[in-house]
């Protein structure tokens, strides 16, 4: 199995994917690394040991960045995931605790103990993954793979008409992730809005999963309620889930190849561009920047059957 580090802010759709991941035959976690977002980084930290503890898995959880790089951290989005981050379910707290080091620590000594096998996969804001770069820039030549959910290119935005909330969350470790000497694999709203979880496949899956069914039905009704309300949606959108199904099967989706920037001030804070080819530009804040792959176009019912079959 492919082995992975799943950088994540739980959050309902966090726990999902990881939940995803952890049933995957395919996969083999690492670890979990956490930071801000959907809650602040203890509460992040406490969720991850949670699910880890719910699955009865035996994987590390390092604890990671509390606040963005440069900008004020946000509001946090507790009419998405809850107080608690999960839909008010109430977990009780967790038994385990973080390992030592943190997780731009844990993320360097993985990828230097397994050179070119280590896919990180980042659901959450980047600042983890910037930090680690900034300790060992090695690492960029070293993992085998780096696929973030996050961004927008055409699709528009959710906290802002061209932001999405992992990015925006924090801009400037975004860019740092984008213009890094890898390649980024880009799993963004483009295609996770076409992706939707209806309440019967989280019904079903409640059913069929007497370790995490019951927990993730419950959180998964504040959610999929939030996308109804708000979107019209027929569910919930699958945004973390559908990074993992990338890992897993990368020809369920479509990309687009180029190099990707993000606007780190203004009206445009958190917008991802990707500068798309066919075009002469006058300025050029792309050039020498490494191509990212960015998903386009996916085939959701396929991601959605390989999500509920996997559960
Ligand atoms: C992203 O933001 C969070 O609310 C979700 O967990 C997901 O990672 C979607 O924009
Ligand atoms: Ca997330």
Redesign the pocket.
Known sequence: PEKIIID????I??AM?IFFAMASPKLEILGLTTTF??VSVDMATDNALRLVEMSGHDIPVARGVAKPMVQKGLPFPDFVHGKDGFGNVNLPAPKGEAIEPSAAEFIVQMVLENPHEVTLVA??PLGNLALALQLEPKIASLVKNVVI?GGTVLEGGNMSPVAE??IVGDPHAADKVFTADWHVHMVGLDVTHKVVMSDQVQANIRDKNPMCGEFLYKAGRFYSDFYKASRGADGCYV??SSAIAYVIDPSLFGVEVGPVRVATEGVALGQTILKRTGYDYAFDHWENISDSSVCMSVNAEAVMDLYESTM
Do not use: S
Not at 8 to 11: L, M, N, S
């Open positions: 994540t802010d739980p959050g759709d966090d994917a977002g959907n659901i959450g959910m909330a992992n945004h973390d």
